[in-house]
Structure formats: C-alpha cells, structure tokens
C-alpha cells in the first residue's frame, strides 16, 4: 500500500526486512531500533555489556535488564512504562552510570532532572506544569514537555532526596 502512494519511478519491486521494520516502528511509534534485528543482539548482551561498564551493581543490572527483556517480548503492560527503578547507595557506587550506560546502549535519549533543584515547594509546578486556573496552564512543565518529545526514553531524577516531599506525592 505505502509503495502504491509513491511515483512509478521510485516504487521498489521488492520488499525487504528493513521495509518492514520500518513501516512497523512507525505505525507502533517507537524507534526503529527498537524492531530491528539488531535490538535482539542488543537486548541479549545488554547485561554483560552494562557490568563491564558498571563495577558492583551486578544485582540492579539483573533486574533492570530482566524487566527491559520482558517488556520487549511483550509481557508488559503497554501503557506502563517498562519499570520504576529506585538506586539507592553512597556516592560514586554507579547508581547515575547505571542510567546514563542503558541509555547509550538502547540507543535511546536520556532524560536527566537534577532534583536538587526542586527543594521548594513552589518548584513542583516546574516540573508538571500550572495548575488550572493558573497563568500557563496550558503549557506543560519540563518533566511532561520531555516525556512528551522523548516517549521512549530513560528518565533519570537525579538526587531525588533533596527535593521537596511534595514531588514524591506527584511520582506515587
């Protein structure tokens, strides 16, 4: 159908594996990465990939790359994202590496929100945007703007623990 749109002269005769993943990642509206063949390689050494990268996280690595596995074979739920991930621990353990790593890996944006920035209660609306009745109201805040431009991304709020309690509300 999508070669009957184009002009004779640039219409293919065959049909081939990257058409096809293509024309999918566009109807699913994901990456193309995300359909490819490649992604199966990625997602089967993304975890022996990550502890090269990440000393000592082996356990968090785990899990992280299990939940991205299930996802990606389907078992997820699709209006969900693929997981929630708390890493906790000292400084320079690799809790932000861990992210920044998964993201380059599924060659997927990364979303990074320095959360020390919200230690007001009045910067909460930063994030999600004015409530109703307010001046820019109709203008989302960074956190949605982003997710809304990078749906498919790794979203990391980074030292979490010195925003304002109010913004833990917002993420239950």
């Known amino acids: ?52 990268l990440v000393f000592g996280q082996d356990k968090a690595i785990e ?41 380059k890996a599924l060659g997927i944006e990364l979303l990074r929100f320095d959360m020390s920035e919200y230690m007001e209660r009045h910067t909460v609306s930063r994030l999600i945007g004015a409530p109703p ?8 805040g960074l956190l949605t703007d982003a997710v809304i431009k990078h749906p498919h991304a790794v979203v990391l709020l980074d030292e979490i623990e010195k925003a304002h309690p109010d913004v833990f509300n917002l993420l239950l």
């Open 1 to 52: 159908a999508r070669s009957r749109l184009m002009p004779v002269s640039k219409r293919k005769k065959t049909v081939n594996v990257a058409d096809i993943e293509s024309v999918v990642a566009r109807i699913a509206r994901i990456p193309e990465k995300s359909v490819s063949a490649t992604d199966r390689d990625t997602l089967k050494n993304l975890g022996e990939r990550l502890k090269m």
């Open 63 to 103: 899990a992280l790359t299990e939940a991205i596995k299930m996802s990606r074979a389907g078992l997820g739920h699709e209006r969900k994202p693929v997981g929630s991930f708390l890493f906790a621990g000292p400084t320079g353990v690799g809790k932000t590496e861990v992210t920044v790593q998964l993201a």
């Open 133 to 140: 009745g307010y001046v820019g109201f109709d203008q989302g």
